[in-house]
């Protein structure tokens, strides 16, 4: 029988409240010091791919952070016995107990954002293709036509992410405001302009989202994904607490 | 707490998600048939991102103004030639430029 945890919680009590986890099975407190292994037990092994168990993981995730502040574990954290997820809680407990201060009551929100890359790339190329042909072009070696045509290219690319940031810093001025820490993530690809994750005190959520309304209503061509709230899966610590997984 | 996923354009995040995940890189599949390239393969992505770096530490020495006009003749001519070794062993274990990306993390993708 293997052990499935979903994440570590500032509580090291048996759950009064009854939350079902992977395949219905009942999730219990696995209690260390005064913190707390979110388990439950697992039959048969889960393979990365089942998407309904990604789901039900998610769910329990989010029943328990109604009540506790949570340190998620990512999908298919396994352990073979209870002396295992002891030692793992006695190993990290310092990052944990940290975490769970530093999140206590917050949560993530994430907002992508698309804007009109090709439009935009496609105008900053024509503007230094135009600029060039102004330049007079003598005969060139294959190695200074090599770099002028690479020199090119990049100084294209460093516009287009120097417009990337201008209008990232406009995003995040209406967001900022509300948050406590955030991760942004530039141009993942030409049409995707930003990939943010916010941590935002569940007190201010609605400040959050109403400054996210306000955002929608400014002028621009940039279409945008809202989702929240989260555990907050992009701010706990990296730690390695994988011990066995199926 | 309610969830909220809301978004302007649904179908367009679907389809740069899916971007995304075409530019993750692959495990390499190392068996008896295909050892040979799956190790070109690990070789030629490291190769390509040392490439990568040479030439950006170039553009950036051109852009500042460092390089006598003898330095990026002689710079240009060993990166064209690098970058045509490249395609040619790519050609070699039949691999395409999306084969050698990278996820360098905050950095981006290599390719």
Redesign the interface.
């Known amino acids: 029988m293997n052990i499935y945890i979903y994440g570590i919680i500032d509580f090291n009590e048996e759950m009064a409240e009854a939350i079902t986890g992977l395949g219905g099975a009942n999730i219990y407190n696995i209690p260390y010091r005064d913190i707390g292994a979110l388990a439950s037990d697992l039959d048969a092994p889960v393979r990365n791919t089942d998407e309904d168990r990604v789901l039900e993981h998610e769910m329990a995730l989010?029943k328990i952070?109604?009540n506790f502040t949570i340190l998620p574990m990512r999908f298919l954290t396994v352990f073979d016995k209870k002396d295992n997820v002891i030692s793992m809680l006695n190993e990290h407990y310092s990052d944990f107990r940290e975490d769970l201060d530093r999140l206590r009551d917050k949560?993530e929100f994430g907002i992508?954002t698309?804007w009109p890359g090709a439009i935009i790339r496609e105008r900053i190329e024509n503007a230094y293709r135009k600029a060039q042909d102004n330049l007079s072009s003598s005969t060139e070696?294959?190695?200074?036509?090599?770099?002028k045509e690479?020199?090119g290219k990049?100084?294209i690319d460093k516009e287009f992410e120097e417009e990337a940031d201008k209008c990232i810093a406009i995003i995040d001025d209406f967001l900022n405001r509300f948050v406590a820490e955030k991760r942004l993530?530039k141009?993942?690809?030409d049409?995707?302009l930003l990939d943010a994750a916010y941590l935002v005190d569940k007190e201010k959520q609605g400040d959050f989202?109403k400054a996210f309304e306000e955002l929608?209503t400014s002028p621009g061509d940039l279409?945008?994904?809202?989702?929240?709230?989260?555990p907050p899966y992009n701010f706990v610590t990296k730690t390695n607490t994988r011990h066995d997984h199926e | 707490?309610s969830?909220?996923?809301?978004?302007?354009?649904?179908d367009?995040?679907i389809e740069?998600t899916e971007?995304?995940q075409k530019?993750l890189p692959n495990k390499i599949d190392a068996n008896p048939q295909n050892v040979e390239k799956g190790l070109a393969k690990l070789v030629l992505t490291l190769i390509e991102l040392i490439r990568k770096l040479m030439?950006?530490q170039?553009?950036r020495r051109?852009?500042a103004g460092s390089l006598s006009?003898e330095e990026?003749?002689?710079?240009?001519?060993?990166?064209?030639k690098l970058e045509n070794k490249m395609k040619e062993l790519k050609g070699i274990f039949e691999l395409k430029d999306e084969d050698l990306n990278l996820n360098l993390g905050?950095l981006?993708d290599l390719m």
Do not use: C, H
Request: glycine share 6%; net charge positive.
């Open positions: 989010e952070m109604k949560v992508k698309i070696s294959p190695g200074k036509s090599f770099m690479k020199f990049y100084k993530e141009l993942k690809t049409n995707l989202k929608k279409k945008y994904l809202f989702s929240g709230p989260w | 707490m969830k909220i996923v809301q978004a302007d354009a649904m367009a995040f740069e971007k995304l530019a030439e950006k170039a553009m051109v852009e006009e990026i003749e002689r710079i240009g001519e060993t990166l064209m905050p981006g």
